[in-house]
């Protein structure tokens, strides 16, 4: 902004400094040429009514001489020629006078309508050339014939014109200069308070919202100034509010959660105490027992989801980190839940990386879950390590190694608005996985579940199951299962639609080693 602005008053001040000198130009030059014509005019007619008064017609050669020269002597530096039918004579006998004097002029002073002149260039040089005819004083003024013509030099007005315009540009240049130091401070007192402004918005979009610019006067930028900072406050008020609010819906879930965990131990002991005695129930009561059973064992994952979800919310989620062997982990994870034999692994034997063991658990038994439950088979698991290419981040392995884990199905695959929302809190993907009914989860228990509740782990967070989603979840476990991969510096992708059908999630993590005696 502040070279265009330099760059308009310059053109500005540039464009009037050359407009007023053509006009300046323009005006010296005509009035210049003006006075120089009346006078010529003036001085020839008074010197020729003058000499003509004496002179007897018609003339020969030698008095026509006479004439012009007598006629010459009153005009100074002024050449006169002077024309009578066949007869010429000039003031200067050595004056070329042919190219000077041109046949329009001739043609207009012979037809006698009175003095006329004519501005000419002969050989690079301007002349005025004056003519008048001679007239008899008989009072009807009739022309005698004889003409006269006065050649006066223009090299002195052109030379006075040339050096007035040299003056006139040459004071373009300290009025550019004048215009650009009026722009550069112009420039300064408006862009100074806009890139004030422009700082303090940079800051308040970094987060910085208690970023505010000094308000002056009482113009447009002042109100602009103003605006922000209200703006700026309110946005800062808001802000508090909903962190206020945010703290509290926090606290408030953590405090519902840990204080659910009591209760829910007690229903957990008194449901499996019933269903161990459901075979000599009658069937209703055996079949109520079972459902409280399944409902009290879900609601207790439901709540070690939701206290674990607040550990991640509240910034207290710790890495409780490792070297490990990512295959064993695996494979340990799909034995506990017994998904072994429904599930096509490709594990390469010595890729080991510093992963917190239980967190990488809860990750695979999200995402494996989900793919048995809501895909087709086969469902494949398949770890690799791969390069980033170029330099690795901070604690990656050489090269930027990755630990990639793949999960695919045959499946469906998801929807394409799903994708984006798949690891929302709470989300399902359609309605085929909302929570079972009271006598589809009475059968699901009688059979034995899918998953087996591995219990609290020894921090309090989630058991080995916790977490999963569809039937029997909680609707947190791929949202836990997300926060797990961020925790270790990775991230998990989803491709929603495979060309072979079903859908594919993959862990990425970086390949972080150890220095060969167990700690990073």
Known sequence: MRVRLVVTFVLVALLSAVTATALAYRDARTAVLQRTQNTAVDDLRERVAAVAAGFDMPPDQRSLSRFAAEVSEGLGARIVVARHQD?????????????????????????????????????????????????????????????????????????????????????????????????????GTVLRPVR????????????????????????????????????????????????????????????????????????????????????????????????????TARLSRL??????????DAGAARLNASETDLADTVRASLALRGWTDRVTLDLPEGVRAVVDRRRVDVIVANLVGNALRHGAPPVTVTLAVVGAGGGGAP???????????????????????????VFDRFYKADEARTRTTATATATATATGPAAPDGGSAPDGGPGPGAGL?????????MAIALENAR???????????????????????PLRRTDGEGEE
């Not at 709540?303 to 991640?312: A, G, H, N, Y």
């Not at 392995?397 to 929302?421: F, K, T």
């Not at 925790?487 to 993590?509: D, K, N, S, W």
């Open 487 to 509: 925790l270790h510096g990775g991230t998990i992708e989803v491709e929603a639609q495979r060309p072979r059908g079903g859908a594919a999630f993959t862990l990425l993590l």
């Open 469 to 477: 989603d569809g039937g029997q979840g909680s609707g947190l476990g």
């Open 395 to 421: 604690g990656v392995g050489e090269g930027g190694e990755r630990v990639v884990l793949e999960v695919a199905d045959r499946g469906p695959g998801l929807p394409p608005e799903a994708r984006e929302r």
């Open 87 to 187: 007869l010429t004579a000039v003031s200067d006998a050595y004056a070329d006078t042919e190219g000077r004097i041109t046949a329009e002029l001739r043609a207009a002073v012979r037809a006698g309508d009175g003095t006329r002149f004519q501005r000419v260039e002969w050989r690079g040089e301007p002349y005025l050339v004056v003519g008048t005819p001679v007239t008899y004083a008989d009072g009807d003024r009739r022309t005698s014939g004889l003409e006269v013509f006065a050649i006066t030099d223009l090299a002195a007005e052109r030379d006075d014109t040339a050096a007035l315009l040299d003056s006139v540009q040459e004071g373009i240049v300290p009025v550019v200069m004048a215009a650009a130091l009026l722009a550069l401070l112009a420039a």
């Open 196 to 295: 004030k402004l422009g700082r303090a918005t940079r800051e308040l979009a970094a987060g910085d919202l208690g970023s505010r610019v000094a308000v002056r006067g009482h113009d447009e930028l002042a109100d602009l100034a103003r605006t922000f900072n209200e703006t700026a406050g309110a946005l800062q008020s808001s802000d508090a509010e909903l962190r206020t609010q945010e703290a509290k819906a926090r606290r408030f879930v953590a405090d519902v959660s840990h204080e659910l965990r009591t209760p829910l131990a007690a229903m957990a002991m008194v449901a499996t105490v019933l269903e161990e005695d459901a075979d000599q129930l009658p069937p209703d009561a055996a079949r109520a027992a079972r459902t409280v059973g399944a409902e």
């Open 303 to 312: 709540v070690e989801d939701l206290m674990e979800i607040s550990r991640f």
